[in-house]
C-alpha cells in the first residue's frame, strides 16, 4: 500500500528539484526522503525522476503524477494548519532590498497582534537561494530568476532618473538637449559621480541605454545604500542615478536637480517570488494581498 508521505516527499522533490532540499522544508533526513521516492517508484512500477549529478529532473511520468497529486497534497497541508487557534502568532519571513522596504513596504505592513515579520535585506540571487532552501516564505526580488519551483507577482516597475545637488545648472542650452543629448554626456563626465558598486551598477545600464555607449568614470564616492546616496547628493558630493519612489519628492521640493528622465525610460521591475508549494500558506496570501492592492 502507497504511504502520504511518499506522495510529500515525491511533490516537494519534484517542486525544489533536489532530495537534499526536500529533506529540510520537509524536516527528514535525505536518506529518508530518497527511501520515500525510491519506494513509490517501485509501487508504481515506472521511474519518477532522473538522477543527474545536481538535480533530479522528472520524467514524463513524474510530471503526470504531479498534475494528479499535488493540488491534493496543498489541501491537506492548508487544513491541517487550520487548525490551529486563531490567535497562534505567524511568522511571516521576507527578503527585500532594504531601500524598497523601508521606502515602499514597511509603513503598509498590516500589524495585526497575531503577525510576527522576520526581514532579511540583501541581494536577489542570495535571496532566492534562502528562498529555496525554506529559509524565507517570499523576497522581492530586483529580477526574475528561473526556478521551476518558483512563481513571481509583479510588485512594482521603477523608472532611474539622473540627479544632481539642489541649484546645479546645466551649462547646455534646451534647445540643444531637445536634439541630443552628447553635450550633456561629455559634460557630466566631468562631474563627480556617487555610485552603489565600484562597477557602476545601475548606472552603468543607465548609460548604456540612454547614451548608448559604455561609462568608464572612477565613482568619487562609493555607498551600498540608495538612500545613503541620495543623502550624498543633497550634500553635494556629486550626481547619480536614482529610482524615481527614492527622488521624485525631493526633486518637487528642489531638494535634488532633475539633470535627466529619460523619454526612453530606464526601468526595472520588481517580483514577489514565493514556492508554488505554498501559494496557499497564510504569509504568502496576505503579501499577495499587500502587493495586488498596492
Not at 50 to 66: A, C, I, S, V
Not at 206 to 227: A, H, M, N, S, T
Amino acid at each position: 500500500m502507497v504511504n502520504l508521505e511518499w506522495y510529500r516527499s515525491f511533490v516537494e522533490v519534484y517542486r525544489v528539484g533536489t532530495v537534499s532540499r526536500a529533506g529540510q522544508v520537509l524536516h527528514l533526513t535525505q536518506p529518508t526522503v530518497s527511501q520515500h521516492i525510491a519506494a513509490l517508484e517501485s509501487a508504481l512500477g515506472y521511474p519518477l525522476f532522473q538522477r543527474m549529478p545536481r538535480r533530479m529532473l522528472p520524467t514524463d511520468e513524474g510530471k503526470r503524477l504531479y498534475t494528479q497529486v499535488a493540488a491534493a497534497i496543498e489541501k491537506l497541508e492548508l487544513i491541517a494548519k487550520r487548525k490551529l487557534p486563531a490567535d497562534t502568532p505567524k511568522i511571516i519571513r521576507l527578503g527585500t532590498p532594504q531601500e524598497f522596504f523601508a521606502e515602499r513596504l514597511l509603513n503598509q505592513l498590516p500589524q495585526a497582534e497575531n503577525l510576527l515579520y522576520r526581514v532579511r535585506f540583501g541581494l536577489t540571487q542570495n535571496l532566492i537561494e534562502q528562498l529555496l532552501e525554506g529559509q524565507l516564505d517570499a523576497v522581492v526580488a530586483t529580477q526574475k530568476i528561473a526556478r521551476s519551483q518558483l512563481e513571481y507577482q509583479l510588485v512594482a516597475e521603477e523608472s532611474f532618473w539622473l540627479v544632481a545637488p539642489p541649484e546645479t545648472v546645466i551649462p547646455i542650452s534646451p534647445e540643444i538637449l531637445r536634439v541630443e543629448l552628447t553635450s550633456l554626456e561629455q559634460w557630466i563626465r566631468t562631474q563627480p559621480l556617487i555610485a552603489y558598486g565600484d562597477d557602476l551598477p545601475i548606472i552603468r545600464r543607465f548609460w548604456q541605454v540612454v547614451f548608448g555607449r559604455r561609462l568608464d568614470i572612477i565613482p568619487k564616492l562609493v555607498l551600498p545604500d540608495l538612500r545613503l546616496i541620495r543623502s550624498a547628493i543633497t550634500s553635494g558630493f556629486g550626481f547619480s542615478v536614482l529610482p524615481d519612489y527614492l527622488c521624485e519628492e525631493m526633486v518637487a521640493a528642489k531638494a535634488l536637480t532633475l539633470i535627466l528622465k529619460p523619454t526612453n525610460a530606464v526601468t526595472n521591475q520588481l517580483w514577489l517570488a514565493y514556492r508554488k508549494s505554498k501559494r496557499q500558506s497564510q504569509p504568502i496570501i496576505l503579501l499577495l494581498d499587500l502587493v495586488s492592492s498596492r
